[in-house]
């Protein structure tokens, strides 16, 4: 079956520090979504990438696509304490959206 | 806010009997997921409707099975509770099935 894969499993970094999570998966994907949930909280979307090679950007957080649509990376420069939180990809396989494990972020003051 | 909500948000159940988690769907949106998580974990994919038909379904047991309403909101049931389904139960809502997902804060059931 489709598998996504995530390393790191946990990242703790001090405050200012970057920060980056790397997205594997086993079989080509049709698209690519991530998400970050706050202890205690739900998953809040974040950004879909739907081309090979495609990268973009949110203020701090830069999302990659890889060539072959197999992996993904989000890299979020100069982390702050609001960044604490697990940061899921998310591989979409026909109509199934396969979540990895996650990285789990803290972040020290 | 992302304007789908979950009822109940917590829920304690013996092994062998059967519950009915709900979820309201942002409006507008005709295609809602199912998932759950256990501690730790990712969330994993149960099943998808759209438009009131199964579009989609994740490696789960039939005893897990869903409805989705007219008015788009929807129902996951489960039969024949065993301890291992204990997990955060999340529905999430899309305008399309190839969109963002948008999640409800979840019901935490507990099988005893």
């Known amino acids: 079956g489709q598998q996504v894969m995530q390393i790191p499993q946990y990242q703790h970094v001090q405050e200012g520090e970057d920060f980056t999570t790397y997205c594997n998966s086993s079989?080509?994907?049709?698209?690519i979504q991530w998400y970050k949930q706050r202890p205690g909280g739900h998953p809040v979307f974040l950004i879909q990438?739907?081309?090979?090679?495609e990268v973009k950007k949110q203020k701090r957080l830069t999302f990659q696509f890889g060539e072959a649509k197999k992996n993904s990376s989000l890299h979020i420069t100069a982390t702050q304490t609001t960044d604490v939180g697990t940061y899921f990809c998310?591989?979409?396989?026909?109509?199934?959206?396969?979540f990895g494990p996650g990285t789990r972020l803290s972040v020290l003051p | 806010e992302t304007g789908v909500t979950q009822s109940p948000t917590h829920l304690i159940k013996t092994r062998g009997q059967q519950v009915t988690l709900r979820c309201s769907s942002q409006?507008?949106?005709?295609?809602v997921s199912w998932y759950q998580q256990a501690l730790g974990q990712g969330p994993q994919f149960i099943f998808q409707?759209?438009?009131?038909?199964?579009?989609g379904r994740g490696n789960f047991p039939p005893r897990f099975s869903g409805l989705q309403f007219p008015n788009y909101s929807s129902e996951l049931n489960v039969n024949a509770l065993e301890l291992d389904d204990s997990a955060l139960y999340l529905c999430?809502?899309?305008?399309?099935?190839?969109?963002?997902?948008?999640f409800g804060q979840g019901t935490r059931l507990t099988v005893v």
């Open positions: 999430a809502s899309s305008p399309t099935s190839n969109t963002e997902a948008f």
């Open positions: 079989t080509t994907l049709s698209n």
């Open positions: 990438l739907v081309k090979s090679g």
């Open positions: 998310a591989g979409r396989y026909g109509q199934n959206f396969v």
């Open positions: 409006s507008g949106h005709n295609t």
């Open positions: 409707y759209y438009r009131e038909e199964e579009n």
